[in-house]
């Protein structure tokens, strides 16, 4: 029951004991960071890779964290982030700096489902005259499936593509 229908309901009642009262209550758990209120617990992931909790206060601290999308609910998601992110890095380094040309065959690793959405692959792909804006693009086939070789198919479905569950 929220409050406010308690309220409704039994807003006449005097309150006996209102640290009865307050024990009860819970706040409605934040479902963005965008949501957040002073006081609020969440975690931020630095430009180091080192994941910290630390309190909302919505200052412009607070805030550039969040607009830089480096703010996150819980210490699990900053550190999948970081796995992500050194991954993108590693494609970057791998790729070795090829940029996207029009109208050629622009190699890039993707990944797919082959079942209904099982049994996930990682696959490279080719991109002639769409480019996507976050795509890392490798001069080759064989560049890009040496990536591949070199990161590990698993660590990228489980942390880069977020299409495998983490193991216990």
């Not at 703010?71 to 992500?84: G, M």
């Amino acid at each position: 029951m929220k409050l406010n229908e308690l309220i409704e309901q039994y807003g006449d009642h005097e309150i006996k004991d209102l640290g009865a009262v307050k024990a009860m209550l819970e706040r409605p758990k934040t479902k963005t960071v965008h949501d957040l209120k002073v006081g609020d617990k969440y975690w931020v992931l630095y430009s180091h890779g080192g994941v910290n909790e630390i309190v909302f206060k919505g200052d412009t601290y607070d805030k550039n964290f969040i607009k830089c999308g480096y703010s996150f609910l819980t210490e699990e998601a900053a550190i999948k982030q970081r796995k992500h992110d050194e991954i993108h890095e590693e494609l970057k380094r791998l790729a070795g700096g090829y940029e996207f040309v029009f109208g050629e065959i622009n190699p890039f690793i993707s990944s797919i489902a082959r079942d209904h959405w099982s049994d996930p692959a990682v696959i490279v792909t080719k991109g002639i005259y769409h480019k996507n804006a976050n795509e890392i693009y490798f001069e080759s086939e064989e560049a890009a499936q040496k990536a591949i070789e070199e990161i590990g198919e698993e660590r990228l479905l489980r942390d880069y593509f977020n299409v495998l569950e983490e193991e216990e």
